[in-house]
C-alpha cells in the first residue's frame, strides 16, 4: 500500500521569499503524484499532477514540483510567495495501474507574513 | 462550471443524534467520492460511487454511516448514531472517467462536530 509524508505540520515564511514544501511518498511502481491547496472555506484544489514525462511539473498559481525518483520525493516549490497563498497544503499519491484513490499526506499549513 | 457543493457546512450535533451530509456533484461527472479528516490527520477515503453504483466502500468504517447517491446525481451520507470519533470534516469529490479518474473536483467540506 502506498504512504505519503508531510514533516512539515507548519511553515512560516515571509511574503516574496521562496518556499518548499517537502513530500515523501512510499509506493512500489511508478506513482501518480498530486499537490492538492485548500484555502480557508474553499475545497481543495489541485495545483498540478504528475503521471509520467518530465519530472519538473507546473502548475497553477506559479507552483511546480519536481519528481525524484532516488529520493521518493515530490517536493512543490514557488520562487515567491504571495499573502493570498497562505493555505494548507496536501500531497498526494496514486496507485498508477491501480486504485485511483488517492492516498494523502497529513497536510503542511502555510503561514505568510507581511 | 459550477463545482462540487456540500451541505451543511457546519453542523454540530450530540453524541447519539442522526446527521446527513449532502454531496452535489459538479454535473456530467459520474465519478464521486467521500472523504473525511479527522483534525490534524489524513484526509481518508470513506467510498466511490459510479453514478448510483457503490464502487467501492472499503473506507467505511462501520455499519452507522450509509452512503446513498440517488439517480446518479446527488449522495448523501448519513451517520446514525453519530459517535463522538465521528467529528472531522467531510469531504465530497467528483470526477469524469478514464484517466480524469485521477483529477478530482473537491467541495468545502462539512465540518461535523459531535459533542
Known amino acids: 500500500a502506498q504512504s505519503v509524508t508531510q514533516p512539515d505540520i507548519h511553515i512560516t515564511v515571509s511574503e516574496g521569499a521562496s518556499l518548499e514544501l517537502r513530500c515523501n511518498y512510499s509506493y512500489g511502481a511508478t506513482p501518480y503524484l498530486f499537490w492538492y491547496v485548500q484555502s480557508p472555506g474553499q475545497g481543495l484544489q489541485l495545483l498540478l499532477k504528475?503521471?509520467?514525462?518530465?519530472?519538473l511539473v507546473q502548475g497553477i498559481k506559479g507552483f511546480e514540483a519536481e519528481f525524484k525518483r532516488s529520493q521518493s520525493s515530490f517536493n512543490l516549490r514557488k520562487p515567491s510567495v504571495h499573502w493570498s497563498d497562505a493555505a494548507e497544503y496536501f500531497c498526494?499519491?496514486?496507485?498508477?495501474?491501480?486504485?485511483?484513490?488517492?492516498?494523502f499526506g497529513r497536510g503542511t499549513s502555510l503561514i505568510v507574513h507581511p | 462550471e459550477a463545482g462540487v457543493t456540500q451541505f451543511p457546512s457546519h453542523s454540530v450535533i450530540e453524541k447519539g443524534q442522526t446527521v446527513t451530509l449532502r454531496c452535489d456533484p459538479i454535473s456530467g461527472h459520474d465519478n464521486l467520492y467521500w472523504y473525511r479528516r479527522v483534525m490534524g490527520k489524513e484526509i481518508k477515503f470513506l467510498l466511490h460511487?459510479?453514478?448510483?453504483?457503490?464502487?467501492?466502500e472499503s473506507g467505511m468504517p462501520n455499519n452507522r454511516f450509509l452512503a446513498e447517491r440517488t439517480g446518479g446525481t446527488y449522495s448523501t451520507l448519513k451517520v446514525q448514531p453519530a459517535e463522538l470519533e465521528d467529528s472531522g470534516v467531510y469531504f465530497c469529490?467528483?470526477?469524469?472517467?478514464?484517466?480524469?479518474?485521477?483529477?478530482?473536483?473537491f467541495g468545502p467540506g462539512t465540518r461535523l462536530t459531535v459533542t
Open positions: 469529490a467528483s470526477s469524469r472517467t478514464g484517466l480524469d479518474l485521477y483529477e478530482q473536483y
Open positions: 504528475y503521471f509520467s514525462g518530465d519530472t
Open positions: 460511487f459510479v453514478k448510483e453504483s457503490k464502487q467501492d
Open positions: 498526494a499519491v496514486g496507485a498508477s495501474g491501480g486504485s485511483y484513490i488517492p492516498t
